[in-house]
């Protein structure tokens, strides 16, 4: 079946790098995405990278996807308090177009 | 000029009474979900209607029954409330079933007392 696993929370100095790592279990995904969620509001899209890369950088959000392993991660760099938030992994596979969330990373900055 | 969006954005009912949340998107997609946020954040998809159809129904109560009237509308009814449905319900829309991301609203929470 397909699942979606991350760890629940990390916590980071404010000024250093995060780094959010995902597994997924389903090797036909098309696309795999970051979404961040701060308290009281809805899904923001971060990024998603197609399956057939390796890595994707925008400003100072970096993906890198290891399709070998089924291993996602999201790298922040220089992070900052408003970066703090509940992140998520999700899959879209070809079966049915939905996304499968992972169950999300707390992410805490600390000044 | 907000893309995906649901009303009400609060919603609190007691048990055993019927509700509906609505949505809409303007951004001219063409698929259309339901996702459940539970209280420990847990996202799950209930439902996906591609032009109108319903193309994913997931384990859902039979008390839960999603009507498009178009493709750019996918409202939620809820029968008999139980304490077991409050969460924060997202809309969200796509074009197309593979490829784009999804775009999600910014949620309804739901509390049933």
């Known amino acids: 079946g397909e699942d979606v696993e991350q760890s629940l929370f990390l916590s980071v100095r404010e000024g250093d790098s995060s780094v959010i790592n995902c597994t997924y279990t389903d090797s036909s995904s098309t696309y795999l995405y970051w979404y961040k969620q701060e308290p009281g509001a809805g899904l923001q899209l971060l990024t998603y990278i197609f399956s057939n890369m390796d890595m994707k950088q925008d400003q100072r959000l970096t993906v890198l996807l290891n399709k070998k392993d089924k291993h996602l991660s999201l790298r922040i760099a220089d992070t900052q308090t408003g970066d703090s938030a509940i992140y998520f992994c999700a899959e879209r596979t070809g079966s049915q177009g939905n996304l499968i969330f992972g169950k999300g990373t707390k992410l805490s900055v600390k000044p | 000029d907000t893309a995906v969006s649901q009303t009400p954005k609060y919603l609190v009912t007691q048990m055993g009474n019927d509700k509906s949340i609505k949505c809409e998107q303007n951004l001219g997609h063409d698929t259309m979900y339901w996702y459940k946020q539970d209280s420990k954040k847990f996202l799950k998809i209930m439902f996906s209607y591609n032009n109108k159809e319903l193309i994913i129904n997931e384990t859902v109560p039979n008390r839960f029954s999603p009507k498009s009237p178009d493709k750019a509308h996918l409202n939620l009814h809820i029968n008999s409330l139980e304490l077991g449905d409050s969460a924060v319900y997202f809309c969200?829309?796509?074009?197309?079933?593979?490829?784009?991301?999804?775009?999600f609203g910014n949620g309804t929470r739901l509390t049933v007392t």
């Open positions: 969200a829309s796509s074009q197309g079933q593979s490829n784009s991301p999804l775009h």
